[in-house]
């Protein structure tokens, strides 16, 4: 179980939007703490992908964004492609357990 | 080049000991808090531990503490991080991190190094 609450999978066809929730508490995202969100391609060590809740670092495409409300936070994929099919992780820092946690991680598919 | 290589890794039986290295290159290793996460085959990501960059702070998840111990070594540009009393749960991609990237982010990640703890 992890402190981190994302959905097992999503799924979507190439040129649409998907969104991926990520859901904590106040011990975490709520403190508040800031959200970063990773990426990993089958086989391959993860990658960020967005960090400070909502900031890309260079290089990564624009059609992905983050958001963060309250005790969750999100991550958006515009125009999906096929090379987007991956898991995708959100990471944050809890006050009490003193230490970062994740979340279980979400498998997109790209149909 | 800017990378993390992992080393260490291996077959080792329930009880037994290993010592994972992690060599940075191509930054201030120095500069920067370090840390070490895990990933169980087909499982998400766990994290393990953290130090700081002058090594006078250590972090651990309570599943390893008084199991093991990251330590590191700024003169040879490594991190460590030693294993004892292995049990099967602790199979697992270890991965060598930076920490403290923007805005405190895992900006830098190791191929990472493989242990199966098995008899």
């Known amino acids: 179980q992890s402190v981190l609450t994302q959905p097992p999978s999503v799924s979507g066809a190439p040129g649409q939007r998907v969104s991926i929730s990520c859901t904590g508490s106040?011990?975490?995202?709520?403190?508040?703490?800031?959200v970063h969100w990773y990426q990993q391609l089958p086989g391959t060590a993860p990658k960020l992908l967005i960090y400070g809740n909502n900031n890309r670092p260079s290089g990564v495409p624009d059609r992905f964004s983050g958001s963060k409300s309250g005790t969750s936070a999100s991550l958006a994929i515009t125009g999906l492609q096929a090379e987007d099919e991956a898991d995708y992780y959100c990471q944050s820092y809890d006050r009490s357990l003193r230490g970062s946690v994740f979340g279980g991680g979400t498998k997109l598919t790209v149909l | 080049e800017v990378q993390l290589v992992e080393s260490g890794g291996g077959l080792v039986q329930p009880g037994g000991s290993l010592r994972l290295s992690c060599a940075a290159s191509?930054?201030?290793?120095?500069?920067?808090?370090m840390t070490w996460v895990r990933q169980a085959p087909g499982k998400g990501l766990e994290w393990v531990a953290n130090i700081k960059q002058d090594g006078s702070e250590k972090e651990y998840v309570d599943s390893v503490k008084g199991r093991f111990t990251i330590s590191r070594d700024n003169a040879k540009n490594s991190l460590y991080l030693q294993i004892n009393s292995l049990r099967a749960e602790d199979t697992a991609m270890y991965y060598c991190?930076?920490?403290?990237?923007?805005?405190?982010?895992?900006?830098?990640w190791g191929q990472g190094t493989l242990v199966t703890v098995s008899s």
């Open positions: 106040s011990s975490n995202i709520g403190a508040p703490f800031d």
């Open positions: 191509g930054f201030t290793f120095s500069s920067y808090w």
């Open positions: 991190v930076r920490w403290g990237d923007q805005k405190s982010s895992f900006g830098l």
